[in-house]
């Protein structure tokens, strides 16, 4: 299977489901890392690596012009939301799928720093996003080939990792929540078998 027939599964409603199993994943490895951070810190690091190949390996098995050298392109996206009055019904569904692809491809990369480096500050997590992105951008340019440098790619991408940081905000907060919900019903059962004595 071909990355662009990955992309053909990017739907709106498939990335609000992606996003949601996201959230459900990473709270469940904040409960898990309060218990055991060594363990799921390491099974993070491994998780991030394989995901870091899998971005490089997917980046760069796409296809791509056979001709000319590596180039930076911008303004699709600007042309898409302008009204892309030359695009058909079909290449406008391309784009938004393509753009969806970008922001879910880096969605977790925040999270899985985090939890592998629980030092680490959000903001760094950010950064790094940003900067593997713009690495990736760099190499496809420098590549040559055919390949494109796309500013849309970086923007998407680096939207992908904010909306990463939110997850792990909110995953920590369902952890948070959770962790209280647990200490109440622990509390409430020694209070009932108190009474009962």
């Not at 299977?1 to 992606?18: C, G």
């Given at each position: 299977?071909?990355?662009?027939?990955?992309?053909?599964?990017?739907?709106?409603?498939?990335?609000?489901?992606?996003?949601?199993v996201?959230?459900?994943?990473?709270?469940?490895?904040?409960?898990?890392?309060?218990?055991?951070?060594?363990?799921?810190?390491?099974?993070?690091?491994?998780?991030?690596?394989?995901?870091?190949?899998?971005?490089?390996?997917?980046?760069?098995?796409?296809?791509?012009?056979a001709?000319?050298?590596?180039?930076?392109?911008?303004?699709?996206?600007?042309?898409?939301?302008?009204?892309g009055?030359?695009?058909g019904?079909?290449?406008?569904?391309?784009?938004v799928?393509?753009?969806?692809?970008n922001?879910?491809?880096?969605?977790?990369?925040?999270?899985?720093?985090?939890?592998?480096?629980p030092?680490?500050?959000?903001w760094?997590?950010?950064?790094?996003?940003?900067?593997?992105?713009?690495?990736?951008?760099?190499?496809?340019?420098?590549?040559?080939?055919?390949?494109?440098?796309?500013?849309?790619?970086?923007?998407?991408?680096?939207?992908?990792?904010?909306?990463?940081?939110?997850?792990?905000?909110?995953?920590?907060?369902?952890?948070?929540?959770?962790?209280?919900?647990?200490?109440a019903?622990?509390?409430?059962?020694?209070?009932e078998?108190?009474?009962?004595?």
């Open positions: 299977m071909s990355l662009w027939q990955i992309v053909y599964w990017v739907t709106p409603t498939n990335t609000v489901l992606a996003l949601l996201s959230l459900g994943a990473v709270a469940a490895l904040i409960i898990a890392a309060r218990r055991h951070r060594e363990n799921v810190s390491t099974v993070c690091r491994a998780a991030l690596g394989g995901y870091l190949l899998l971005v490089v390996v997917a980046t760069f098995s796409m296809g791509y012009d001709g000319g050298s590596g180039h930076l392109e911008s303004g699709g996206l600007a042309y898409f939301f302008a009204g009055e030359n695009l019904t079909m290449e406008k569904e391309m784009i799928r393509e753009a969806l692809a922001v879910l491809m880096f969605t977790l990369f925040a999270p899985l720093i985090k939890l592998s480096w030092g680490v500050r959000l760094a997590a950010l950064c790094a996003c940003a900067a593997f992105s713009f690495f990736i951008e760099l190499s496809q340019m420098l590549a040559g080939g055919g390949r494109v440098a796309d500013v849309d790619d970086f923007t998407l991408n680096s939207l992908g990792g904010a909306i990463g940081v939110l997850v792990f905000m909110a995953a920590e907060r369902l952890a948070d929540l959770s962790g209280n919900a647990r200490r019903r622990h509390r409430r059962g020694h209070e078998e108190a009474s009962a004595r």
